[in-house]
């Protein structure tokens, strides 16, 4: 081998810098292609186990039915501190710990305690004041986290929203249908007396007529194929009263924004109406909003464990005039999942439901007994 083909072979062994440029900008383009891609994939897969959580939840409800012959009702606990306290404020979820596998914790909570830090208030109002603190009985199981009740999609952050307790946050909410008083689609229906959603709703104050105690399989007229059991709700992201504020600047499809005033849980309005009347609403208010989501073992209704079937999916949520103490406020089906949000039916199956769905079908799917008759069930 002569010396010059030697030369020229060393020389063509590396890359010159116009070579190595091209190269990094090949590399770049394959990434900017496969990037989305990649964040498409793990979207996918939480979206996956959201809806596995769901499949457990709704089976856990289920059970508990069996059980009991009853569903476990939206606020529960022995009520026996003052008559004030009601239930205890004990959500739907914290009784259905046995049947999600955590029945050590579901033991070592003493429900003989009011859920809240306060022993005897004497009004309603003071609903503003159902903290859970650092030195509450049960503030170590308020504050455990469990994977079954948490969304991947939803991010959040243990804070002190509820209290020096830094209760442990939840993604779902039960389904307690229409709002009191409501004449139904179009305003063709007498006004709505009693709870019609799926959850045994009960005021977490006291007794009430519009409280339904009792909801087992034999409730579902409807059939439980067409009534949503168990959605998504997004756990509050703003830190405070600014947060709040910024929020609801970003528009009506940010659901951590309640609105103040939506008139009283008591008037009688279509679901068109109160569609309309809180799309009207623009004042935000820390007070209804910070709570929402930061505690899945709180009964107490601003703690939002509860959601109707009466604003669209991903839409903003409304505070009601007595809604605080019947429980009736309007909290909507949300979810960080790109168009819409997911539920869980009564019969068990769990399906991604658009936000864009026709709404007579989602008002709909969320009475179990109206005589409401779509084709169109998700």
């Keep these: 081998m002569n010396k010059d083909f030697r030369a020229q072979l060393r020389q063509r062994t590396g890359f010159t810098l116009v070579e190595l440029l091209v190269v990094i900008a090949i590399i770049g383009v394959l990434v900017g292609l496969l990037l989305p891609a990649v964040q498409a994939a793990r979207e996918a897969a939480r979206r996956m186990q959201c809806a596995n959580n769901l499949k457990q939840l709704g089976l ?24 004030h306290l009601g239930n205890g404020f004990y959500s739907w979820m914290a009784m259905v710990l046995p049947q999600i596998e955590q029945g050590p914790l579901y033991n070592s909570i003493r429900f003989e305690e009011p859920m809240v830090d306060p022993k005897n208030f004497t009004a309603s109002r003071d609903y503003r004041l159902l903290t859970i603190s650092d030195t509450h009985p049960n503030a170590l199981q308020a504050a455990t986290q469990i994977g079954t009740l948490l969304c991947p999609s939803d991010g959040f952050n243990m804070t002190s929203t509820l209290g020096s307790g830094n209760a442990a946050p939840g993604s779902y909410a039960g389904n307690i249908g229409w709002v009191r008083g409501t004449t139904g689609i179009g305003g063709n229906s007498a006004a709505l007396t009693k709870s019609n959603g799926a959850m045994p709703f009960v005021n977490p104050v006291g ?172």
């Design 60 to 83: 856990a409800v289920h059970n508990y039915e069996s059980a009991h012959k009853a569903f476990p009702l939206t606020t529960t606990g022995p009520s026996s501190q003052t008559p």
């Design 207 to 378: 007794p009430d007529p519009w409280q339904v105690p009792k909801i087992n399989f034999g409730s579902f007229s409807d059939g439980t194929a067409n009534t949503t059991l168990i959605a998504e709700r997004l756990i509050n992201s703003a830190e405070g009263v600014q947060g709040t504020f910024g929020i609801m600047l970003q528009g009506p499809t940010s659901p951590a924004t309640l609105s103040y005033c939506a008139g009283s849980g008591s008037r009688e309005r279509s679901l068109e109406r109160w569609n309309i009347y809180c799309m009207g609403v623009t004042t935000a208010d820390p007070t209804y909003t910070l709570p929402h989501g930061r505690s899945w073992i709180s009964g107490w209704t601003l703690a939002a464990n509860l959601y109707m079937h009466v604003m669209p999916i991903n839409a903003r949520n409304c505070h009601l005039y007595g809604g605080e103490d019947d429980g009736s406020n309007i909290v909507s089906a949300s979810s960080n999942h790109v168009g819409g949000a997911q539920a869980a039916f009564a019969d068990g199956h769990v399906t991604f439901i658009s936000d864009t769905v026709d709404q007579v079908v989602w008002w709909s799917i969320g009475s179990r007994n109206g005589g409401e008759v779509t084709d169109q069930i998700p």
